[in-house]
């Protein structure tokens, strides 16, 4: 293993340690150093260079210049790997249609489904690397990923193969996640209750048997699946040793807040429509609120969550992509920072730990990654920008100067700061 110096650090952000949540929600927690030793893929020091250097003349050094240093983020939301395109409804939309429309005349999810069915497992492996790298480009190192568009046993393990060959090609991490419960396929639509039986007695124990999941999500909203039905999946999941995430109250209200928190969800996500009680059960429980800013600016919906309201009753907030084809394509959780601090009211402190170390929690990865901690994983983003606030002021260019993945500098970009 290589082992490598950053020095000249001119922030080091995310000392630890996750949660960040009431009164260490906004904290600027710095490490005060100007240079960190990075050894066998870990983080192993900070200090003074030159003390750092001392017996070290062989190891690389990069010379951050006064650039800030950030955990490598960490996106614990996005539907990745699925074949096909959905400009066409894309376009629609800016005619006037909305996503629930074309969801329920057939298109939206359902239009993914068709293609990812089509699609071989190499056509996918393929398009899912070029978003993987992407994602890289922008400082991601950690993402989930979630299966959601076969809809039938072999087209969801197909999906989760391709995750789990691209999470050991590429230098990112993938947490698996199992979401056969996303849609309701049309040759089911009258016989619900069948495809929930398939989920829960085909889908999930072939999962298990293969291990290509981790976590299994359900979509609870109005046109996906009923409070009844996603209880049983979670039941079911639960029983089979996956832990849970849950998509709630994107569109419509429906209860699968406290049903998640009852099921012990390490994250429930969306929350654009969640009701005042809903936020006191989340502060109150260990449950991550994953917003998805990019989602509600994306369908231009205008309901954003209510991310202060959460963030002052306590919750742990975390902020994430939702890549997918259909409700929002951006690949990059860097670039949605700027938007959502002025949409969400967030701070950069807050959505800078909404994507490292409350990320990792929900993925619960808080004691490997999310942090810059002696012993984490060497997982760094060195930005060209001179503090968190600096970089989610600048919106929408990906400002990575470098990409270190367990130790590696895996990706350069050598913009100097303006
Ligand atoms: O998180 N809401 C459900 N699932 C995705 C959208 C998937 C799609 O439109 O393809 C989401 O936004
Ligand atoms: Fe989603």
Redesign the pocket.
């Known amino acids: 293993m290589s082992d490598l110096i950053i020095k000249n650090v001119g922030q080091f952000f995310g000392k630890g340690s996750a949660p960040y949540r009431g009164e260490t929600a906004d904290k600027v927690d710095i490490v005060e150093a100007d240079a960190v030793l990075l050894e066998d893929g870990a983080v192993s020091a900070f200090g003074d260079f030159d003390d750092l250097a001392e017996g070290k003349r062989d190891t690389e050094v990069i010379d951050a210049s006064g650039r800030l240093v950030t955990p490598g983020f960490v996106d614990c939301?996005t539907?990745a790997v699925f074949g096909g395109s959905r400009a066409d409804e894309f376009v629609m939309r800016t005619r006037g249609a909305s996503y629930l429309e074309i969801f329920e005349a057939g298109g939206?999810?359902l239009s993914?489904v068709r293609a990812t069915r089509e699609a071989s497992e190499e056509e996918l492996y393929e398009s899912g690397r070029r978003r993987l790298v992407i994602m890289i480009t922008h400082g991601t190192t950690t993402i989930e990923v979630k299966s959601g568009y076969g809809l039938d046993t072999e087209t969801e393990l197909k999906q989760l193969r391709v995750a789990r060959r691209l999470a050991d090609d590429l230098p990112l991490d993938i947490v698996p996640t199992f979401i056969g419960a996303?849609a309701v396929p049309p040759d089911y639509k009258d016989e619900r209750d069948m495809y929930v039986s398939l989920v829960c007695e085909e889908m999930i124990p072939a999962i298990t048997e293969e291990d290509l999941a981790e976590y299994c999500d359900v979509?609870c909203d109005r046109g996906a699946f009923t409070i009844e039905e996603t209880e049983r999946i979670l039941k079911a999941a639960v029983d089979a040793g996956l832990k849970i995430r849950v998509?709630a109250d994107?569109f419509e209200s429906l209860g699968a807040v406290p049903l998640a928190v009852e099921y012990g969800a390490a994250s429930v996500d969306?929350l654009a429509v969640i009701i005042d009680d809903d936020i006191e059960t989340l502060a109150e429980s260990d449950a991550v609120a994953t917003l998805?800013p990019g989602?509600t600016i994306y369908l231009g919906s205008g309901h954003f969550a209510p991310a202060r309201k959460m963030l002052d009753a306590g919750c742990i907030v975390a902020v994430a992509s939702?890549l997918?084809?259909?409700?929002?394509t951006a690949a990059s959780v860097r670039t949605v920072l700027s938007p959502a601090a002025v949409n969400l009211g967030m701070t950069p402190a807050e959505l800078i730990h909404g994507c490292t170390a409350n990320a990792a929690f929900s993925l619960d990865q808080a004691d490997a990654i999310g942090t810059l901690e002696i012993g984490k994983k060497a997982d760094l983003c060195i930005w060209n920008a001179t503090d968190v606030n600096d970089l989610v002021y600048r919106w929408a260019d990906p400002r990575v100067y470098a990409v270190i993945k367990e130790g590696y500098v895996i990706y350069r970009d050598e913009i100097s700061i303006e």
Do not use: R, V, Y
Request: hydrophobic share 15%; net charge negative; with cysteine.
């Open positions: 939301h539907h939206g999810i993914s996303h979509f998509h994107e969306h998805l989602t939702d997918n084809p259909g409700s929002c």
